[in-house]
């Protein structure tokens, strides 16, 4: 039997280069998550837009992991778990954190934010039974079901306009209101609803690159 410290040399040279792009994405995604409790804890805004930074180099590693295992035509074990492990937390709960911390902290708010993130991890698992099936034994899946879970980027997008205009806390655009009489409900929070609901959707079929 292998000793640990054999078994953990293994798994590590198991990585390729893209794998490293892919932990960059991971490493963006957590970092952004810090930094928008650093500013919910001391109010300061000084680093706080390297959040929004952070998000956008996720964006990058998660496009550029993709390209390089094409062009090295290597394929790691951990890669496709890894992957999409690292998708989540940069592209799942790192928005909705973020739109947590901008002033989305109602209860219908918050439960949106859950969608949207469960709506994250259900396309990812989905994509990941279903790819071998998708691929129609060629081994390269021809299109996506659902809206990619990156493209919450655009919410990240919008996020940092508003940011940049102020607009957050008690000034974020469209207001809040107080839906049956229950919770807050900021409408801009509708966004991650949309989001989350192209991404389980199975009639929308995106060509992958």
């Known amino acids: 039997m292998n ?27 957590t970092i952004s998550i810090f930094l928008c409790l650093n500013f919910i804890a001391e109010g300061q805004n000084r680093f706080f837009w390297i959040a929004f930074v952070l998000l956008l180099a996720a964006l990058f590693f998660d496009v550029f992991d993709g390209y390089w295992a094409r062009r090295s035509r290597r394929k790691s074990i951990l890669g496709a778990d890894m992957d999409s492990l690292s998708d989540i937390i940069s592209f799942g709960v ?65 996020l940092g306009i508003a940011f940049s205009t102020h607009a957050i806390d008690d000034r974020l655009w469209f ?14 929070t509708l966004l991650y609803a949309i989001s989350g609901m192209g991404m389980i959707s199975a009639t929308i079929r995106i060509p992958k690159p």
């Open 175 to 188: 207001g809040s209101y107080r839906v049956l009489e229950l919770a807050m409900l900021h409408p801009l």
């Open 3 to 29: 000793s640990p410290e054999k078994r953990h040399l293994s798994m590590f040279r198991s990585y390729t280069v893209a794998d490293l792009f892919t932990i960059g994405n991971a490493t963006c995604g």
């Open 94 to 158: 790192a928005p909705a954190v973020l739109g947590f911390t901008l002033g989305m902290r109602g209860g219908w708010d918050m439960l949106i934010l859950a969608f949207f993130v469960i709506c994250g991890i259900s396309r990812l698992a989905r994509f990941n039974v279903t790819a071998e099936a998708l691929s129609s034994g060629t081994g390269k899946v021809k299109y996506f079901e659902g809206t990619p879970i990156p493209t919450s980027i655009l919410i990240v997008i919008v």
